[in-house]
């Protein structure tokens, strides 16, 4: 069996030092790598002037970091990946910054990756590219000689042409991309977007089975949903720190309906908008106001990026302004937490919640949707309400999918969701979950891993 090389801009293999609690990524990459006898490298998170590797082998999969420098860091993670890109593929052109700079940084950092990683790999190793920090990175790897299986998968959107063509150079970006033998997109929108570029900027042509060529080459191109690992998320919500809490949540609601969010704090994920529908619910429904409120959970991140310090000051605003407007002597409307919590406290905030409000602008997947499924009731199931511009209502078709610019959308899906019988919420809540077990994160990772392993090298 080939090894598995895993490469991504942070490694969250198991450490040492870490504190045990993994995403469900991390966990299949994880199974992944100590099946397949694999490394995972990546960027340590730290700033440093060496470009020594360093290795780490801890439960049976071994990890190997480097660090970046001041510079490279401020270029390549939070410029081009964070300010360019990022913004760019969540559709927020408005917010997309262009900078000749942050482009050189994100191509030498790609180089180095290659440059200190190649040395490293076997010519039978499958090496699985990760995320939007390393789009050019298989390139690389060629250009060290290396004629591996390569396969890349893109956990964020894929913009539409009309949008990509903004980006200084966008066909170098997309030419690097040939060098891979097989590229995963998280839904069928995000690929025809793909479809769309490579066929109108590239004068490329499709074939059967996902086969996309330009100028002679042909690659793979799949649509591939992420899932959560839905087996373990279950055996969550039965554990006792997640009993404990859901407990503590019924306590505290005292007969209020849970409606809940839990997001990274970051503008892609509509937190101000789903804000304003939940005012909109409240100013509308005045006779409804003191049965409900809103739990949102988002830890700050990226706050050294300008646009998402802006996007906590608006949230801190709107949220006071909210409470300042509706809250009563013993009712608060909006209890809002900028703190992230361990997955077992999670599943319990989830399992209580009547509502779960996932309402991004645009989203590659977003797994809290697939959590919140997971973690409820059988018998008595709460209601998903999801934007209909998140990767998971292509999967997820039984939620109430909701325009999550639109406030009287919401808060008309808030009303729905809260007079909806028990036997209807379960009807609803069936098939979300069938889908949720049966896609879950194994499957994805098998899926992927058998269609690079079926490409055949020269
Ligand atoms: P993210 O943008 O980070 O991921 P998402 O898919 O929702 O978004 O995953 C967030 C994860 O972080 C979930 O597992 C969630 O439980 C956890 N999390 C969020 N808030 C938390 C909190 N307060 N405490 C603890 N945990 C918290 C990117 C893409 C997505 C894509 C994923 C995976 O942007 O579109 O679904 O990668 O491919």
New binding site residues.
């Given amino acids: 069996m080939s090894r598995l090389i895993v490469v991504s801009n942070r490694v969250q293999a198991p450490s040492a030092d870490s504190s045990g609690a993994q995403?469900?990524?991390a966990v299949a990459l994880t199974a992944a790598l100590r099946e397949h006898d694999g490394i995972w490298f990546g960027w340590s998170g730290e700033a440093g002037e060496t470009r020594d590797m360093r290795f780490e082998t801890y439960g049976g999969v071994t990890s190997a970091t480097i660090d970046l420098s001041e510079q490279d860091i401020e270029e390549y993670y939070e410029g081009y990946a964070n300010r360019t890109l990022w913004p760019l593929f969540h559709y927020r052109l408005g917010l997309t910054e262009f900078e000749r700079d942050f482009q050189g940084g994100y191509e030498r950092v790609n180089r180095t990756f290659g440059e200190i990683i190649s040395p490293h790999i076997q010519p039978d190793d499958l090496v699985w590219v990760h995320d939007y920090h390393m789009i050019p990175l298989g390139w690389v790897l060629r250009q060290q000689g290396l004629t591996n299986r390569i396969g890349f998968f893109l956990?964020?959107p894929w913009p539409p042409t009309r949008l990509l063509v903004a980006l200084p150079q966008h066909r170098r970006l997309v030419e690097a991309m040939f060098a891979y033998d097989v590229i995963g997109f998280?839904t069928e929108e995000w690929l025809g977007s793909f479809h769309h570029y490579v066929t109108h900027e590239m004068g490329g042509s499709l074939g059967e089975n996902g086969a996309v060529t330009v100028g002679g080459r042909t690659i793979r191109a799949i649509a591939c949903p992420?899932g959560i690992d839905a087996e373990e998320f279950v055996a969550a919500t039965g554990r006792s720190e997640a009993v404990a809490t859901h407990r503590r949540m019924i306590e505290s609601s005292i007969g209020r309906s849970l409606i809940v969010g839990?997001?990274?704090l970051?503008y892609s994920k509509g937190i101000e908008e789903r804000f304003n529908g939940y005012q909109r619910f409240l100013e509308s429904r005045p006779d409804a106001r003191a049965n409900v409120y809103l739990l949102q959970?988002?830890?700050p991140s990226r706050s050294s990026v300008q646009s998402y310090r802006d996007i906590r000051a608006q949230l801190d605003a709107l949220s006071g302004r909210i409470n300042g407007a509706y809250a009563d002597l013993d009712w608060v409307p909006l209890r809002y937490v900028n703190?992230?919590?361990p997955r077992d406290v999670?599943a319990g905030v989830y399992r209580a919640a009547r509502i779960g409000l996932v309402t991004p602008l645009r989203?590659?997947?977003?797994?809290?949707a697939k959590?919140y499924v997971a973690a409820q009731d059988p018998d008595d199931p709460g209601v998903l309400i999801l934007s209909r511009f998140a990767?998971a209502a292509a999967q997820l078709d039984q939620a109430l999918l909701v325009n999550p610019y639109s406030a009287d959308d919401i808060a008309d899906a808030i009303e729905h969701a809260l007079t909806m019988p028990r036997e209807e919420r379960i009807a609803r809540w069936r098939p979300l979950f069938e889908n949720v077990r049966e896609h879950d994160v194994i499957w994805w990772r098998n899926r992927f891993i058998d269609e690079l392993s079926a490409v055949s090298v020269a």
């Avoid at 989203?363 to 809290?368: E, I, K, Q, T």
């Fill in positions: 995403g469900g990524l956990h964020i998280q992420i839990v997001d990274r970051d959970i988002a830890p703190q992230g919590f999670l989203d590659g997947m977003n797994l809290v959590e990767g």
